[in-house]
């Protein structure tokens, strides 16, 4: 592995199997990052927020920056830092990681769980409910979520199809 997975760190020279020295993910050969995306109602008033906090910037600009407008801009501003800052919460914090410890979900509201890959038995995802699960050895559902707590349904996909792949070489 060159790169580290989630963080783009360069691994050259270290060990195959190792933790990255940038972001502190455990990473193999095989391992898998897939970064998830936010639920669409809260990325919804995150682009209205958008639009809102540009629309202040520009009245303030526009006035010629003068009394009382250019109170607008501080205002402005820093709502498009919150705005900033909230999206990088959202978009970068969540994080399906496949590696050599088992499949670990990080979510910043949740916490992170890691389910060992003798633990699980298949992972699935239903296109017609939008259901994503993953099932355990012993029957038991030990993730269950509608794929826009993951992001998109192809995204969704594409992780149950990584975790069936890796369970199958893993095992
Ligand atoms: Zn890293």
């Known amino acids: 592995m060159n790169d580290c997975p ?3 760190y360069n691994l050259t020279g270290l060990p195959e199997v190792y933790r990255c020295p940038e972001c502190g993910i455990d990473y193999d050969p095989d391992t898998e990052v897939f970064t998830l995306q936010v639920g669409r ?12 906090a540009l629309l202040v910037c520009y009245m303030a600009i526009h006035a010629g920056l003068g009394p009382p407008y250019i109170l607008l801009a501080p205002i402005g501003i820093g709502m498009l830092a919150e705005i900033y800052r909230l999206s990088r919460k959202c978009f970068e914090s969540n994080f399906l990681i496949l590696n050599q410890n088992g499949i ?8 992170s769980r890691t389910f060992s890959w003798e633990s ?6 239903g296109w017609l409910t939008g259901k994503f699960y993953v099932q355990g050895c012993d029957g038991t559902r030990l993730l ?5 707590r993951l992001g998109s349904a192809r995204l969704t996909r ?9 369970i199958s070489k893993r095992k």
């Open 6 to 8: 989630r963080c783009g």
């Open 41 to 52: 109602p809260e990325y919804r008033n995150l682009r209205y927020g958008l639009i809102l």
């Open 104 to 111: 670990r979900l990080d979510a910043p509201e949740s916490g």
């Open 120 to 125: 699980v038995s298949k992972a699935k995802y």
């Open 144 to 148: 269950a979520c509608s794929h826009e």
């Open 158 to 166: 594409r992780c149950a199809t990584a975790i069936n792949r890796q």
